[in-house]
């Protein structure tokens, strides 16, 4: 297997408010509505979509039950501190939940998380340290 990723596709509680958080709230395109699942614009990276909690638990085999950290952490790279205040706030104001306001981190860079409706978390970040840094935008 190669250290790649087809897509992303996140089980949601409730397809119309992912899809208002993702569009509206952070201004995403939408390329495919299924009605049971929705895929964005990706630019050339990765595609991201959602589907339903219990059918995409179902479809692999689990149970769409839990709480707490899933261990998951997407992470979205940018190439100034401001971006990444502006996309806080953006997240802020669409229902995200702030668990990290963005501020200077340990290790040199500059960055914060958030929560979506549905707790998947993302880590924005920027760092003038890396020349060859994997940047969302």
């Given at each position: 297997?190669?250290?790649?990723?087809?897509?992303?596709?996140?089980?949601?509680?409730?397809?119309?408010?992912?899809?208002?958080?993702?569009?509206?709230?952070?201004?995403?395109?939408?390329?495919?509505?299924?009605?049971?699942?929705?895929?964005?614009?990706?630019?050339?990276?990765?595609?991201?979509?959602?589907?339903?909690?219990?059918?995409?638990?179902?479809?692999?085999?689990?149970?769409?039950?839990?709480?707490?950290?899933?261990?998951?952490?997407?992470?979205?790279?940018?190439?100034?501190e401001a971006r990444v205040d502006e996309i806080i706030a953006e997240a802020e104001k669409a229902g995200a939940t702030i668990l990290k306001p963005a501020a200077a981190l340990a290790w040199g860079g500059y960055g914060g998380s958030f929560a979506d409706p549905d707790g998947y978390i993302w880590s924005l970040g920027y760092s003038a340290q890396g020349k060859d840094q994997p940047y969302a935008e």
């Open positions: 297997m190669k250290a790649h990723v087809s897509s992303i596709l996140l089980g949601v509680r409730d397809l119309d408010r992912a899809k208002r958080f993702y569009t509206e709230g952070l201004g995403w395109k939408i390329k495919n509505d299924y009605g049971i699942s929705v895929f964005f614009e990706s630019d050339g990276a990765s595609p991201v979509g959602f589907y339903g909690r219990d059918g995409l638990a179902d479809q692999v085999g689990t149970s769409s039950e839990g709480s707490g950290f899933s261990g998951l952490v997407l992470t979205y790279v940018v190439r100034s």
